[in-house]
């Protein structure tokens, strides 16, 4: 037979779960909050930037859609590198296997800064590597030819991204 939860026994389950995380845990799951939101908020701002160059070159010339959402999909990647980097730090830290998410200070500290490649180079290509991008809708609206070179272009700046994924995920999964 099932049962529900009252709020209160929900919020005292968490209360205790919260109450058996050290300060460690603490860290650890700053550092993956840190890569997925601001390699998140990178590639979400990357992907607005090009949808605004690419609406405005698809209203005038349709038939290039299709290489303008290719273009807008590339600065999404660094979100998915810092989400894979936020979870290999559940999956080390213990927090994916059902137990208690307890990390030393030190494992803590190690685990958040592990995370700073990532969560920083992350943000900061996905919005120039979204420049590029918009460039390239531009480019290939007046030459239609030039694909490739807008991909390669915007390739060139995701290459930053993932050396820091790289960077980060054998930090911790050496670690």
Do not use: R
């Amino acid at each position: 037979m099932f049962t529900l939860l009252t709020a209160e026994a929900a919020s005292f389950t968490f209360g205790q779960y919260l109450s058996t995380m050290t300060f460690g845990s603490a860290l650890a799951l700053l550092g993956a909050f840190l890569a997925v939101g601001l390699a998140g908020w990178g590639s979400a701002k990357g992907v607005g930037l090009v949808g605004q160059a690419a609406a405005g070159v698809i209203s005038e010339d349709p038939s290039i859609a299709g290489k303008a959402i290719i273009l807008q999909a590339l600065p999404a990647t660094q979100g998915l590198y810092g989400f894979v980097v936020a979870f290999l730090v559940m999956l080390k830290g213990g927090a994916l296997n059902g137990s208690i998410f307890t990390l030393s200070l030190e494992q803590g500290m190690f685990f958040l800064v592990a995370c700073l490649p990532i969560a920083f180079v992350g943000f900061f290509s996905a919005i120039h590597q979204a420049k590029v991008a918009a460039a390239g809708v531009q480019m290939i609206s007046k030459q239609k030819d030039k694909f490739g070179t807008a991909i390669t272009s915007s390739a060139l700046v995701e290459t930053y991204a993932l050396f820091a994924l790289l960077v980060s995920a054998l930090l911790i999964l050496l670690y």
